[in-house]
């Protein structure tokens, strides 16, 4: 029988219904394992025992009447940008150490709407900024297949965790490859939705154009499961998508044979580690062996994506990180001798390196003189990345290609090297410029780490990167398998 911790969200949700375990049990199974097993992952910045307790009782009752919601009793945890109202939320940063949420994200009050158990907020890269999950105040997050490895970032925390089954599914975001990086890191399936499909509102902004939360979980399906109940509409966010939510669990059911599936051969450059590229060409051929068509595309303008992306994003989080001041709310340097002695230490001691370090280039993009040489020339190259995409998808309906250039590495290893750590971003900062969904699924391993391929999806076609996900899950059981990480605890 699987352990309870392996099942997906869908089994559980079986489980549950039949009544083999309460959602009561299956949250205590869930704290007891964070409390014996995350002191040496360190993904969970806040456990939030009494209330996930409480929210799997309330649950237990509603299935007892019968008038449960999706995810009834379903633990889960939300990466700790995610604003949970009542509950510390840091963005992994000192300058928020002390914030407690006045209100909920709308993503987390449909999750709460749809029943699920919020076992607790998990550890990230400060403010979302790093591949590696090292520039967190709270401390680095090991990787559960290889603990001397890192899980990724920014969302380390919450790919850890799943993959050490300390909860059974998610919540993520992705502003250049958060969510996609960290799942293919650790073994899962991470989903970044179209720019706009799931609301903003009460996510902590890092670069307010390419932000986007999205589920992380074991299977597409799992992942369908989530999106169906993040997903939507929301007045409070202005560039929120007005179009209804469709049924994703229908849309994963339908076969791939006939979808045209291209491969970007700038994608398969000498930078790619060969395993990798042997994986995502042999999952190529098993969607081919279902009747998928593929092709070569191109996308001659996606390696300028990077630079591109680290003017962008700077340059917005140079803006959306002026509010932490040291006045309004978060933390305040000690005897301030005036208030630009306040602003100043209060910011140096709050803010880690890398935050500083982006909100200067940021600030120096935008100033007067150098906007139009940098700023605006990212900008133009912006466009240029969606057009490229907008071409591809005339001759295919998806394109495939590896998450990462390498498995996971180890802790340190490009700690000093903030170029290497940006190239880890290389085949997921594009597809955030162009504002489209992508997913990253489990596709085999290398020396003992997981390998993740990527899916680049049309603007909201969620539903068809998940069939064709999904498809694939059926026939492969690359995302069934976990680390042995916690067996000897567990015997
Ligand atoms: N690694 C990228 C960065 O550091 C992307 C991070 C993200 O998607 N939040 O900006």
Request: aromatic share 8%; with cysteine; hydrophobic share 40%.
């Amino acid at each position: 029988m699987t352990e309870l911790h392996r099942k997906t969200v869908r089994q559980l949700l079986t489980d549950l219904d039949n009544k083999v375990f309460s959602s009561v049990e299956l949250t205590r199974h869930y704290l007891d394992r964070i409390e014996r097993l995350d002191p040496s992952l360190n993904s969970y910045i806040t456990v939030l025992g009494a209330s996930a307790l409480a929210q799997a009782a309330a649950m237990d009752e509603a299935r007892r009447k019968g008038n449960q919601p999706l995810l009834a009793g379903i633990p889960i945890a939300h990466k700790d940008i995610i604003c949970t109202q009542g509950t510390k939320t840091t963005a992994g940063s000192r300058m928020l150490d002390n914030f407690i949420a006045p209100y909920s994200a709308t993503l987390a009050e449909r999750l709460d709407a749809a029943g699920v158990v919020t076992l607790g907020k998990t550890n990230m890269d400060e403010f979302a900024m790093g591949s590696s999950n090292e520039n967190s105040y709270y401390g680095a997050v090991h990787n559960p297949w290889h603990t001397d490895h890192v899980p990724g970032g920014s969302s380390g925390g919450a790919a850890a965790s799943m993959a050490a089954g300390l909860c059974a599914a998610a919540t993520g975001t992705d502003t250049g490859g958060s969510i996609r990086q960290p799942a293919a890191f650790c073994g899962i399936t991470g989903l970044k939705p179209t720019y706009g499909r799931v609301s903003r509102w009460g996510v902590i902004a890092y670069a307010s154009s390419l932000d986007q939360a999205g589920p992380m979980a074991r299977t597409a399906e799992d992942a369908a499961l989530l999106l169906q109940a993040m997903a939507g509409f929301d007045a409070r966010d202005a560039t929120s998508i007005d179009q209804p939510v469709p049924d994703y669990m229908a849309q994963i059911n339908r076969p791939v044979k006939g979808l045209k599936i291209g491969l970007c051969q700038e994608y398969f450059d000498p930078g790619l580690d060969p395993d990798i590229k042997a994986a995502v060409l042999d999952a190529a051929k098993t969607l081919e062996s279902r009747g998928a068509i593929i092709k070569d595309i191109s996308l001659p303008n996606s390696q300028h994506g990077i630079p591109a992306y680290y003017i962008i994003a700077p340059a917005e989080c140079s803006a959306n990180l002026s509010r932490y001041d040291g006045v309004r709310f978060g933390y305040r340097c000690a005897d301030p001798q005036s208030i630009e002695d306040l602003y100043k230490r209060s910011r140096s001691e709050g803010l880690g390196r890398e935050v500083k370090s982006r909100i200067m280039v940021g600030a120096f993009a935008l100033s007067s003189g150098y906007y139009e040489a940098y700023y605006r020339k990212a900008q133009q190259i912006r466009r240029l990345i969606s057009q490229d995409f907008a071409n591809a998808f005339t001759q295919v309906d998806y394109i495939l290609g590896p998450t990462t250039p390498s498995p996971a590495f180890k802790l340190g290893e490009k700690a000093g090297d903030q170029v290497a750590m940006y190239l880890q971003d290389i085949y997921t900062i594009a597809v955030n410029l162009a504002g489209l969904p992508a997913i990253s699924v489990p596709a085999g391993f290398t020396k003992g780490l997981p390998i993740g391929m990527q899916l680049i999806g049309r603007h909201l076609d969620e539903g068809g990167l998940l069939n064709v996900a999904h498809q694939y899950q059926l026939v492969t059981d690359w995302h069934n398998r976990s680390p042995n990480f916690g067996n000897q605890q567990d015997s």
